[in-house]
């Protein structure tokens, strides 16, 4: 009775699921293009039936044809990454920016990173660059990444500093950082007061816990002066320790030395009272 029992529960489970996936099909048929993505959803992850790619991909082409744009980006995907198709990336990078252009962000990402390889023939970084400012504009945060790491790399910073805006103001603590290091090293020569821009990133960079940007804080406090600057060992002592909290070993060093200065010089200040109330 117990194998009968539990044989009756899968057939009727295997039964809720066939006739979910007769309903999709059904409604595929007549013309419901989201029913025929959900259909192909089912065969390329095995939910319910029996994964096979090749049944996806023939429903994601229907959906696609029906300007479902997860649709078309997800064939993309397939050819890219060679699942049930021949890998091919000039086919992907089609269907990703068909996606793209159905309102898909994650396919004018993904069309972008395929023009960014070097080693494809399809290889285009100016087509790579106007697909992640398109998705970046629709506030795929990835994609303002992408790009602004990519003028990073080719020392083009002036280009990047929107993309890295864009991302400090979602709150992503890398976009702070980076805006924080380029004013910093890069842009401060050019203009002495980009020191307060930069310390300005690096303090919400720092509140968002991205340790290099504490770190750094804690650095520019404990010099004498910088740019208009005053030392602040305080400050210093608590963002070297709020980078030390972040496992930054760096930080931990510098402020243990920060610790060990901070006594000599008070030390030394105490002596110096000490001879004046003498004399």
């Known amino acids: 009775m117990r194998h009968l029992f539990f044989a009756l529960i899968t057939l009727s489970l295997f039964s809720a699921c066939s006739e979910k996936q007769d309903e999709l099909f059904t409604q595929c048929e007549q013309g419901n293009f989201n029913s025929c993505y959900a259909h192909g959803l089912k065969f390329s992850r095995g939910n319910g039936v029996r994964k096979n790619m090749h049944k996806a991909l023939n ?3 229907k959906a696609c044809d029906g300007s479902v744009a997860k649709a078309c980006s997800h064939i ?3 050819y890219q990454t060679g699942q049930g198709v021949e890998k091919n990336y000039a086919t992907s990078v089609a269907y990703y920016e068909k996606g793209c252009q159905l309102g898909d962000i994650g396919g004018c990402n993904n069309a972008a990173w395929v023009y960014e390889q070097k080693d ?6 100016k087509k790579s ?3 992640y400012q398109l998705a970046c504009e629709q506030n795929d945060m990835l994609a303002c990444q992408n790009i602004s790491n990519y003028y990073i790399r080719t020392q083009n910073y002036q280009p990047a500093l929107p993309f890295l805006e864009k991302m400090c103001d979602k709150n992503k603590k890398d976009g702070c ?4 290091f380029i004013y910093f090293y890069i842009l401060q020569s050019e203009d002495k007061t980009n020191i307060h821009k930069s310390m300005e ?3 919400k960079g720092c509140d968002l816990k991205e340790k290099m940007s504490c770190n750094l804080l804690g650095s520019i406090y404990a010099q004498k002066e910088l740019n208009g600057v005053s030392q602040d060992l305080t400050l210093s002592q608590k963002y070297l320790d709020q980078a030390c909290q972040l496992n930054d070993q760096q930080a931990c060093d510098r402020s243990d030395i920060l610790e060990i200065y901070k006594m000599l010089e008070n030390w030394q200040q105490n002596n110096a009272n000490n001879d004046k109330q003498q004399k």
């Open 201 to 203: 990133y690096l303090k």
């Open 177 to 180: 950082r980076d805006l924080g």
């Open 76 to 78: 993309g995907f397939l």
């Open 120 to 125: 494809d023939p399809i290889y285009n970084m």
């Open 129 to 131: 660059l106007t697909m």
């Open 59 to 61: 429903f994601f082409e």
